[in-house]
């Protein structure tokens, strides 16, 4: 049961909450006016939709359709609830919650994983630092992690004991359902055991630094004591609510500024990779937990960074860059799909503007980037991350590898394998580009390649299924337009809804929506008062009158004489429908049998036609 908030509590934080520094965090902001735009991280586009207010403390995308207030916005950027982004906030703008019923606040299970996970950074440290540690420490010595480093980036040392940190953890009130959940306990035949014992623990942080899950590597058989058991070289947290490997990339949250500086980002497989990189300068190096390069990180990276070329750092075999097998490539191609859905679909998000520009740079000697940098020095990183190849270049070079270019056998084979990578390249005039240079490699007509490559078809439309697609909104009817008007004219004049003349009421909405949100942003409202955008997107549940009510309110709103034009023809519809309305009635009546009902009806009628001349006339001048 999530906690419920006092609502004056909720309000403090929308207030106190700084939407343009927030959103600012996930989204490069422009200003416009009097809001601001930029590119929006929910959808996929090249010219920027996405617009937040200041005053209003709102958000909306006319791309997607998406809106709301700042609550929203971290629930859809952090992927929380709505309890779990006030409490986020609250935090972080010093706000005390209190619960609805009056208690203390009981902390979320989110607040709840994250103190394990605090707790834990700990306990491995001082393990780390205890004489149980020791030989670990000379061990991490001789990678080249020396105490400095130790603290900086918080390794730690599961110890020997089978649940040391299990019962530590429960005698401080953790239940083992809570431990499981975290990933810091697992449950075998004998009762609930450290996930982690006997390894050495690299702490995963989320981008604001708090410690989310855990790397763990074995370690070494000459380091371990007589018949401690053997498990997995590496083995990382499994997911949980606070850790999701497709978005997470190790180093992030030291990463940061060396990223912003350099333009780019370096991406390696391994932990002791980063710090290796990191330690020689070259700080814009972060690592993947444990999975293949996703969308979402492409993503994140992109909303997180902006436009910065990613590097991906691989070590070659160590038979040389001949043994890259078409398998490898593959694997590599297919570490860029954004899941088993759509894979060998044709997926390749390269070249389309949304994305980061993504490069390989291959370390030579078959050697992993830490042993490469203690080798042979920082320059020499340098110098091959500034030589890196543009991923489709890459692997076309890949695809004409070992196919004899000399011999017609040889070029046909080496051009059908280039088509199958160009055939996942998203960007039309990318692709064509490529397919040039793919005749000129392999020295066959250009019509030749570009033939084959229609043949086969244009690139797959690249949606991902994961992600929600932009609905084009349905083009409202006139009648209904009109009434999004008035709403929207009521959000920018609020003093229109003080019209005793116009009298607008909820009645002269026909679409449900836009009568739920007349009531509530007229409900409570002191009379020449505005309405509070933000706090009725926070205050309500509905998504579809959050979202209406952002997209009404951002921005510039019309004026006070266009916002009464516009009212005047709501409510003349309204009155239209009205009479038309008792005129039915009227037919269903015998004057002389319901004498009463039908004059009485018929009075109404007249009133309604004599308010319908007085506004359309007064206002509109017939
Ligand atoms: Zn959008």
Same mark, same amino acid.
């Given at each position: 049961m999530s906690p419920r908030y006092a609502a004056d509590d909720i309000d403090e934080v929308r207030e106190r909450a700084d939407i343009i520094e927030l959103v600012g965090e996930h989204v490069r902001l422009r200003k416009a006016g009097r809001s601001y735009v930029g590119l929006c991280p929910f959808h996929q586009e090249k010219t920027p939709s996405f617009n937040v207010d200041p005053d209003k403390r709102v958000w909306y995308c006319h791309g997607c359709n998406q809106g709301g207030s700042v609550f929203t916005f971290i629930e859809k950027v952090d992927g929380v609830t709505f309890p779990e982004a006030v409490e986020l906030l609250a935090d972080r703008y010093g706000v005390q919650l209190r619960e609805v019923s009056g208690a203390r606040k009981a902390p979320s299970r989110r607040a709840r994983l994250l103190e394990v996970h605090d707790i834990a950074v700990e306990k491995f440290a001082a393990m780390l630092a205890s004489n149980e540690g020791t030989a670990i420490r000379s061990y991490l010595e001789s990678r080249g992690i020396g105490a400095e480093e130790v603290g900086r980036y918080r390794i730690g040392f599961g110890g020997w004991k089978r649940d040391g940190l299990v019962r530590s953890l429960m005698r401080r009130g953790f239940t083992g359902e809570e431990l499981q959940a975290a990933g810091i306990a697992t449950r075998d035949s004998a009762g609930l055991r450290d996930t982690f014992s006997g390894r050495l623990l690299f702490p995963i942080f989320d981008a604001s630094g708090r410690a989310v899950a855990f790397g763990g590597r074995i370690v070494p058989p000459e380091h371990? %004591? /007589? *018949?401690f058991p053997e498990g997995p070289k590496y083995l990382n947290s499994r997911e949980s609510q606070i850790f999701k490997k497709s978005k997470i990339l190790y180093g992030t949250n030291w990463a940061r500024a060396s990223v912003m500086a350099a333009k780019r980002l370096v991406l390696v497989e391994g932990y002791t990779d980063v710090i290796a990189l990191h330690v020689a300068g070259i700080g814009e190096t972060v690592a993947t937990c444990g999975t293949s390069l996703t969308e979402d990180h492409m993503k994140e990276i992109s909303t997180r960074f902006g436009d910065v070329r990613v590097i991906l750092c691989l070590d070659s075999d160590a038979a040389g860059q001949q043994a890259m097998s078409r398998e490898r490539t593959e694997e590599l191609a297919g570490?860029?799909?954004? =899941?088993? /859905? @759509?894979? =060998?679909? =044709?997926?390749? %998000? @390269? *070249?389309? *503007?949304w994305l980061p520009e993504v490069h390989v740079a291959t370390l030579p000697q078959g050697k992993d980037p830490a042993d490469f940098v203690r080798a042979e020095g920082p320059d020499e990183v340098r110098r091959v991350l500034d030589g890196s190849t543009p991923l489709v270049e890459f692997l076309l070079r890949r695809a004409l590898e070992g196919t004899d270019l000399r011999s017609p056998e040889g070029r046909t084979r080496g051009v059908r394998r280039g088509i199958d990578v160009l055939k996942q390249v998203g960007d039309t005039l990318l692709r064509h580009e490529y397919a040039l240079w793919l005749a000129d490699r392999a020295g066959v007509d250009t019509y030749e390649v570009t033939r084959a490559l229609d043949a086969v078809g244009p690139a797959q439309q690249q949606r991902s299924p994961t992600r929600a697609t932009p609905t084009p909104s349905v083009r409202p009817s006139g009648h209904h337009r009109v009434e999004r008007e008035a709403l929207r004219a009521l959000f920018a004049v609020p003093e229109m809804f003080d019209d005793d003349e116009l009298a607008v009421s909820e009645d002269d909405f026909t679409l449900p929506l836009h009568r739920s949100l007349f009531r509530i942003a007229s409900t409570g409202r002191p009379v020449g008062g505005a309405v509070d955008a933000a706090r009725i997107v926070s205050r309500v549940e509905d998504v579809d009158v959050q979202r209406l009510v952002s997209e009404l309110s951002v921005g510039e709103g019309p004026d006070a004489n266009v916002a009464r034009d516009t009212l005047v023809r709501l409510k003349v519809f309204a009155l239209e429908r009205y009479i038309v309305e008792r005129k039915e009635r009227l037919r269903g009546l015998d004057p002389n049998r319901d004498a009463a009902a039908y004059d009485g009806l018929f009075e109404e009628l007249l009133e309604l036609e004599k308010k319908k001349r007085a506004i359309a006339g007064g206002e509109l001048g017939t």
């Amino acid at each position: 049961m999530s906690p419920r908030y006092a609502a004056d509590d909720i309000d403090e934080v929308r207030e106190r909450a700084d939407i343009i520094e927030l959103v600012g965090e996930h989204v490069r902001l422009r200003k416009a006016g009097r809001s601001y735009v930029g590119l929006c991280p929910f959808h996929q586009e090249k010219t920027p939709s996405f617009n937040v207010d200041p005053d209003k403390r709102v958000w909306y995308c006319h791309g997607c359709n998406q809106g709301g207030s700042v609550f929203t916005f971290i629930e859809k950027v952090d992927g929380v609830t709505f309890p779990e982004a006030v409490e986020l906030l609250a935090d972080r703008y010093g706000v005390q919650l209190r619960e609805v019923s009056g208690a203390r606040k009981a902390p979320s299970r989110r607040a709840r994983l994250l103190e394990v996970h605090d707790i834990a950074v700990e306990k491995f440290a001082a393990m780390l630092a205890s004489n149980e540690g020791t030989a670990i420490r000379s061990y991490l010595e001789s990678r080249g992690i020396g105490a400095e480093e130790v603290g900086r980036y918080r390794i730690g040392f599961g110890g020997w004991k089978r649940d040391g940190l299990v019962r530590s953890l429960m005698r401080r009130g953790f239940t083992g359902e809570e431990l499981q959940a975290a990933g810091i306990a697992t449950r075998d035949s004998a009762g609930l055991r450290d996930t982690f014992s006997g390894r050495l623990l690299f702490p995963i942080f989320d981008a604001s630094g708090r410690a989310v899950a855990f790397g763990g590597r074995i370690v070494p058989p000459e380091h371990r %004591p /007589e *018949g401690f058991p053997e498990g997995p070289k590496y083995l990382n947290s499994r997911e949980s609510q606070i850790f999701k490997k497709s978005k997470i990339l190790y180093g992030t949250n030291w990463a940061r500024a060396s990223v912003m500086a350099a333009k780019r980002l370096v991406l390696v497989e391994g932990y002791t990779d980063v710090i290796a990189l990191h330690v020689a300068g070259i700080g814009e190096t972060v690592a993947t937990c444990g999975t293949s390069l996703t969308e979402d990180h492409m993503k994140e990276i992109s909303t997180r960074f902006g436009d910065v070329r990613v590097i991906l750092c691989l070590d070659s075999d160590a038979a040389g860059q001949q043994a890259m097998s078409r398998e490898r490539t593959e694997e590599l191609a297919g570490a860029f799909s954004p =899941g088993d /859905e @759509v894979r =060998g679909r =044709g997926w390749l %998000p @390269v *070249g389309r *503007g949304w994305l980061p520009e993504v490069h390989v740079a291959t370390l030579p000697q078959g050697k992993d980037p830490a042993d490469f940098v203690r080798a042979e020095g920082p320059d020499e990183v340098r110098r091959v991350l500034d030589g890196s190849t543009p991923l489709v270049e890459f692997l076309l070079r890949r695809a004409l590898e070992g196919t004899d270019l000399r011999s017609p056998e040889g070029r046909t084979r080496g051009v059908r394998r280039g088509i199958d990578v160009l055939k996942q390249v998203g960007d039309t005039l990318l692709r064509h580009e490529y397919a040039l240079w793919l005749a000129d490699r392999a020295g066959v007509d250009t019509y030749e390649v570009t033939r084959a490559l229609d043949a086969v078809g244009p690139a797959q439309q690249q949606r991902s299924p994961t992600r929600a697609t932009p609905t084009p909104s349905v083009r409202p009817s006139g009648h209904h337009r009109v009434e999004r008007e008035a709403l929207r004219a009521l959000f920018a004049v609020p003093e229109m809804f003080d019209d005793d003349e116009l009298a607008v009421s909820e009645d002269d909405f026909t679409l449900p929506l836009h009568r739920s949100l007349f009531r509530i942003a007229s409900t409570g409202r002191p009379v020449g008062g505005a309405v509070d955008a933000a706090r009725i997107v926070s205050r309500v549940e509905d998504v579809d009158v959050q979202r209406l009510v952002s997209e009404l309110s951002v921005g510039e709103g019309p004026d006070a004489n266009v916002a009464r034009d516009t009212l005047v023809r709501l409510k003349v519809f309204a009155l239209e429908r009205y009479i038309v309305e008792r005129k039915e009635r009227l037919r269903g009546l015998d004057p002389n049998r319901d004498a009463a009902a039908y004059d009485g009806l018929f009075e109404e009628l007249l009133e309604l036609e004599k308010k319908k001349r007085a506004i359309a006339g007064g206002e509109l001048g017939t």
